[in-house]
Nanobody, 114 residues
């Protein structure tokens, strides 16, 4: 399984970005797909997750600002990020659970300037 994340960049506080994760196989086969992030000096944390049936959950700090979605036809997963804050600055990673294995894409840098 290959996952390709894209869409990162530099944005001012209050701005928006949309991250995309393209998968090399049909995404409906994944048990769940997720976005994680890792800021400098911090542990990687789960940001948002979408489970096979379509239910979603978010870490508290992004609720109401971020939206995770998937497009089965395009085999992609997106993360719409609004009202970005400097504390959202991190490398964002997409992940997909297939069986008992988590597959990871390369990270995409998101930098929010104050």
């Amino acid at each position: 399984v290959q996952l390709q994340a894209s869409g990162g960049g530099v944005v001012q506080a209050g701005g928006s970005l949309t991250l995309s994760c393209a998968a090399s196989r049909r995404i409906f086969t994944f048990k769940a797909m997720s976005w994680y992030r890792q800021a400098p000096g911090k542990e990687r944390e789960l940001v948002a997750r979408i489970i096979g049936g379509g239910s979603t959950d978010y870490t508290d700090s992004v609720k109401g600002r971020f939206t995770i979605s998937r497009n089965n036809a395009k085999n992609t997963m997106n993360l719409q990020m609004h009202s970005l804050k400097p504390e959202d600055t991190a490398v964002y990673y997409c992940s997909a659970a297939l069986g008992s294995t988590n597959h990871w894409g390369q990270g995409t840098q998101v930098t929010v300037s104050s």
